[in-house]
């Protein structure tokens, strides 16, 4: 096996085909994964599931993408509310029994459940998103410089802000969250002098519905707009729908995250309010880690987007920001400062 330590970026769809989800239905089901034609690749969703139109959703997109290539016939499962480590333990091994490969658990909390399951199954592949504790010699730790993107969301708020007060609403309190957190507030704060930057969590946990409650992200968005906040950045999976449709109804700005949330047709009666989104290319890490494993020499280790290697960017959808040459020329000049090295961006 190889071990890389860059992603390949595969382009960015914009929309993620319907797919049968079913964890289970396989007449091999006894049968290790090494010794029955591989099925293609599975997906064990994170909290919010598909339909999120952000974190999942471009899991799915890569998925779809890699079915379509090498003729796969995939599978994706929903999580359950309450569910514990084995049982996400128990949803990976069917898989990988069944004759998936490889199985990508899509957030850092099927990282116990990847360590096990990895052991029992060394000849499938595993990946996680958003993971890189866990080491072994057929795991994919697909992980990404967030922080690098949300300090150009930061940039773009910034120079968009006419009250000079702008928000962050995170998920879930957690380390992962911090970075997008951190990087936004340093890129508002590199680029303009007195903007106040409010930052609120929805929950401590996300058992508590942190990235799964649009109605959490609505009010926590209503409450910076009441505090005068113009722009408002969401990193909360399902929850930041709620946030994007406060700004759309106080007509301010929002910012999306991971997919291009301007597109996503759940969305398109809010994409006039959502200044851009700061994403990070999961399509592509799931597309390559399915690719590698169809080309026979599997990815392994740690796989980083960046933005020096495309696995993080903003998006340029909405013409009110891809025209404004201002706030196009900063986040260039941003871009290629975090690049060279010369701005270093924070993760806490």
């Known amino acids: 096996m190889r071990r890389v330590s860059r992603i390949t970026v595969a382009g960015v769809a914009t929309a993620a085909l319907a797919l049968t989800v079913s964890a289970c239905g ?5 049968s290790s994964s090494s ?6 690749l599975a997906l064990a969703y994170d909290v919010g599931g598909k339909g999120d139109q952000s974190f999942n959703d471009a899991a799915t997109a890569g998925l779809d993408k890699a079915d379509k290539e090498f003729g796969y016939k995939s599978t994706a499962i929903e999580p359950q509310d309450g569910e514990s480590d084995a049982d996400k333990v128990q949803r990976l091994e069917n898989l990988a029994k ?16 990847v360590k ?3 052991q029992k199954y060394p000849k499938t592949t595993f990946g996680i998103v958003d993971d890189e504790q866990t080491k072994a010699d057929n795991v994919a730790d697909l992980v990404f410089h967030e922080e690098q993107a949300s300090y150009l969301a930061g940039v773009a708020a910034a120079l968009s802000t006419k009250s000079n007060v702008v928000g962050f609403v995170g998920g879930v309190d957690v380390p992962l969250i911090h970075k997008f957190a951190a990087g936004y507030k340093q890129g508002v704060e590199d680029t303009k002098k007195g903007v106040t930057v409010k930052v609120q969590y929805l929950t401590e946990t996300a058992a508590e519905g942190g ?5 959490k992200g609505e009010s926590a968005a209503e409450g910076m707009i009441d505090d005068k906040a113009d722009v408002v950045y969401a990193a909360a999976g399902l929850s930041g729908q709620g946030v994007i449709k406060a700004a759309s109804a106080n007509k301010i700005w929002a910012i999306g995250v991971d997919s ?35 080309d026979g020499k599997p990815e392994t280790g740690v796989v980083r ?5 495309g696995g993080v960017s903003v998006s340029n959808s909405n013409p009110e920001f891809a025209d404004n040459a201002k706030i196009q020329a900063a986040i260039k000049k941003a871009s290629e400062g975090i690049i060279d090295g010369t701005i270093k961006v924070k993760t806490s």
């Open 26 to 30: 396989s007449s091999s089901s006894e």
């Open 35 to 40: 010794d029955s034609k591989n099925l293609g």
């Open 98 to 113: 069944q004759g998936y490969n490889p199985v990508i658990g899509v957030g850092f909390a099927y990282a116990p459940a």
């Open 116 to 118: 096990e399951a990895a």
């Open 211 to 215: 990235f799964s409650s649009p109605d």
């Open 260 to 294: 291009d949330q301007y597109n996503q047709d759940a969305l398109k009666a809010y994409k006039a309010s959502i200044l851009t989104s700061a994403m990070k290319n999961v399509e592509g890490a799931v597309y390559e880690l399915a690719k590698s494993v169809h």
């Open 305 to 309: 987007g960046s933005l020096s290697n």
